[in-house]
């Protein structure tokens, strides 16, 4: 899954769910099921998710929507594997954003 947001310090939450193709309510639900997703809030109580919550919410969403993990397996998964599979995760990530770049050279050409 390609996740387009512009690099920033912080995202709000509307921003957040537009990019993932959900709804605001499911990204305040994985925050409550998700101890890795920790936003900073604001005095009105507005989320302000860090460049880190977002890179765990990619991983959260590819356990639970692309690869069907319950929402206990994924806690598990995170909780067991997780920095191996955040690594294989992230390398992954990296090599699709690689190969769109070219896709659109080539296209460009």
Do not use: C
Not at 37 to 47: C, V
Not at 52 to 68: A, C, Q, S, T
Not at 73 to 83: P, S, V
Request: charge should be positive; proline fraction near 3%.
């Amino acid at each position: 899954m390609h996740i387009d947001l512009p690099e920033k310090r912080y995202y709000g939450i509307g921003e957040v769910a537009k990019a993932f193709g959900v709804n605001t309510s499911l990204i305040r639900f994985w925050e409550k099921e998700f101890d890795v997703l920790k936003p900073k809030k604001n005095a009105k109580g507005n989320r302000k998710f860090t460049p880190e919550d977002i890179k765990n919410l990619k991983f959260i969403y590819h356990l639970v929507k692309e690869r069907g993990f319950t929402l206990e397996g994924a806690k598990t998964h995170l909780k067991e594997e997780k920095k191996q599979a955040l690594n294989n995760f992230e390398i992954i990530s990296k090599l699709e954003d690689v190969k769109n770049q070219l896709i659109k050279i080539k296209q460009h050409l």
